[in-house]
Nanobody, 128 residues
Framework: QVPLVEFGGGLVQPGGSLTLSCAGS????????IGWFRQAPGKSREEVGC????????NYEDSVKGRFTISREYTKNTVYLHMNSLKLEDTAVYYC?????????????????????WGQGTQVTVSS
């Protein structure tokens, strides 16, 4: 019954890489803007990046800019979060969220949105 499913989390050493997937089930993700969020223990949820519907803008939080990238695989109805040069502080549960018919371009940050759908989350642990 969950329309969004995240997977690909795991244990990785500092400096390593990991790619997370956000797969749509019953949702045509090309029609949705996708936000990637994370929540570490004792901290509030934060949005680390987002991608517009219809191949619009992709934006990232300053702390991950240059290290994380978001992409779509249209034939697989999946959005990816590619994480490189991982740091200890990247440890968190990562979530994807979808906002229907949200399009943006030429932006330098993710728009304010409460998102229509949320995934269940996948754990990323960065540890030596």
């Amino acid at each position: 019954q969950v329309p969004l499913v995240e997977f690909g989390g795991g244990l990785v050493q500092p400096g390593g890489s990991l790619t997370l997937s956000c797969a749509g089930s019953g949702l045509a993700l090309e029609r949705f803007a996708i936000g990637w969020f994370r929540q570490a223990p004792g901290k509030s949820r934060e949005e680390v990046g987002c991608i517009s519907s219809l191949d619009g803008s992709t934006n990232y939080e300053d702390s991950v800019k240059g290290r994380f990238t978001i992409s779509r695989e249209y034939t697989k109805n999946t959005v990816y979060l590619h994480m490189n040069s991982l740091k200890l502080e990247d440890t968190a549960v990562y979530y994807c969220a979808a906002e229907k018919d949200l399009y943006y371009s030429g932006t330098d940050h993710c728009p304010s949105a409460d998102y229509d759908y949320w995934g269940q989350g996948t754990q990323v642990t960065v540890s030596s």
